[in-house]
């Protein structure tokens, strides 16, 4: 439906003219390769042709060498 939901599905007042949409991509983070590395990109739009775009990495990695 229109506007922004919580995780239950159920609107918050006062984003009802705004829409989110998220993506997410193995990326390379440092010497982290992609195949341990997502990156997550959160998309906002709003009135006004308004769009903030936030961007963040999961990383699972462990390597295999203890220091």
């Known amino acids: ?6 995780l239950s ?3 918050i ?3 009802e003219a705004y829409s989110a949409s998220v993506t ?4 390379a983070l ?6 341990e590395s997502l990156l997550i990109t959160v998309t906002v739009t709003g009135p ?3 769009t903030v775009v936030l ?3 999961r990383a699972r990695y ?6």
């Open 48 to 50: 006004g042709n308004t």
């Open 9 to 11: 599905g159920t609107a």
């Open 1 to 6: 439906g229109p506007g922004i939901s919580n």
């Open 62 to 67: 462990a390597p295999n060498a203890l220091p």
């Open 55 to 57: 961007h963040g990495y």
């Open 13 to 15: 007042t006062g984003l």
């Open 30 to 35: 440092g010497a982290i390769p992609a195949a």
């Open 24 to 27: 997410v991509a193995n990326q």
